[in-house]
């Protein structure tokens, strides 16, 4: 069965613990911006269904990742998150615009 679809760095190990044979290959940069935007979506979508922190977790690893390609880190990521949060709130309040 082809696949063609990112997969967590320990998944071919695992497959052949299990008597899998799984043939992968290492994507390039260029490739793997790619790859982490269709998981970045892929895992969206399947949070959108389960609403699930087993899913969020993903969500935030694909995130992690991300942050890594384009040359920063995680911790720049949050850094820049709290600079928002503290400039511009969070969403944690429900604030619904309606009108400007």
């Known amino acids: 069965m ?10 071919p190990e695992i497959m052949r613990a299990n008597n899998g044979n799984p043939i992968v290959h290492i994507a390039s940069r260029e490739e793997l911006k790619i790859k982490l935007a269709d998981k970045l979506y892929e895992e969206a979508k399947e949070f959108l269904i389960s609403w699930n ?13 991300l942050s890594e390609v384009i040359g920063s880190s995680p911790e720049q990521v949050e850094f ?10 969070g969403f944690f309040e429900g604030i619904v615009l309606d009108e400007a």
Request: aromatic share 4%.
């Open 80 to 89: 820049e998150r709290q600079k928002k949060a503290q400039e511009r709130g």
């Open 2 to 11: 082809r696949y063609d679809k990112l997969v967590r760095d320990k998944i």
């Open 53 to 65: 922190e087993n899913e969020l977790a993903d969500l935030s690893e694909v995130i992690r990742a």
